[in-house]
């Protein structure tokens, strides 16, 4: 009898070393990437971005949705308001990201109206690891793949932020977190801004925590055709929300298209 090898902690390829496909029959045929059955590309989601300010936390996302090299949508809505404290931003597959969102958005409110007080911190940060460790399966396959962030307020009113991975670890941000393609680009300038910059974004007020987050968004446009930016010609911008101690602020278009353009860049001929 051959000696089987030892257990190195991968259990995907423990199963494929074990002859168990990774996906069952007749599922739609997946991979790193993101090719459903029929050369079908899965729709993605990109980009996100999160970081303590002066005013609390400020999320924002892209508007852009696409399939394999094709702009689905410019107008997707990734940052979600799941209760008055409570933000989620989505980078990944939209459709398992917004029924995610939908589960996550309804037991909050079953748990405040059985319980007659909101579910605490803890609990809401679990319950969103424990929907994507779920999505394993989908995961696996890679075209069901969510990686988020969460602004969420604590037990005291303070906003905080965590993000996740792909397999739902939850981490707490001490100042910034990014996901999506257009990430890299990003994270880059938030970590020179807090580590070189006389002005980091966490001592920025509202309307500068905004400013800046869209210029990270049109920056990692710059290097990532995922990512929509801010277009300028149809005038459609980032989402932009601020979870602060008295709740959520949703800045408006035309309130982003004045931080953003007046005395900063020329509009289009």
Known sequence: MSEQPAFDGDFPALLQRRGHPLRPEGALSGGSNGHLAGGLDATRATTVLGFHCADGVLIAGDRRATAGNTVIYDRADKVIELDEGTILAI????????????????????????????????????????????????TLQGV?????????????????????????????????????????????????LNRWSPQ?????????????????????????????????????????????????????PAQLAKLFGEGHLPKPS
Request: a negative charge; aromatic letters at 8%; charged letters at 25%.
């Open 200 to 252: 980091p974004p966490a001592t920025r007020k509202r309307d500068e925590a905004a400013r800046l987050a869209l210029e990270l968004l049109d920056t990692a446009a710059e290097s990532d055709t995922a990512t929509g930016g801010v277009d300028r010609r149809s005038e459609i911008f980032p989402q932009v929300k601020l979870l602060g101690k008295d709740g959520i602020t949703d800045l408006t």
């Open 144 to 192: 069901g793949v969510v990686v988020p962030l969460l602004a969420i307020q604590d037990d005291r009113g303070e906003p905080q932020l965590y993000f996740y991975d792909a397999l739902g670890a939850q981490f707490q941000a001490a100042d910034f977190a990014v996901s999506g393609s257009g990430s890299p680009a990003a994270r880059s300038v938030l970590h020179y």
């Open 91 to 138: 980078a990944g597959t939209p459709a398992t990201a917004f029924e995610m969102a939908r589960v996550l958005e309804h037991s909050f409110q079953y748990f405040r109206r059985s319980q007659l007080q909101p579910l605490s911190l803890e609990g809401k940060v679990r319950a969103l690891g424990q929907l994507l460790s779920k999505n394993l399966p989908m």
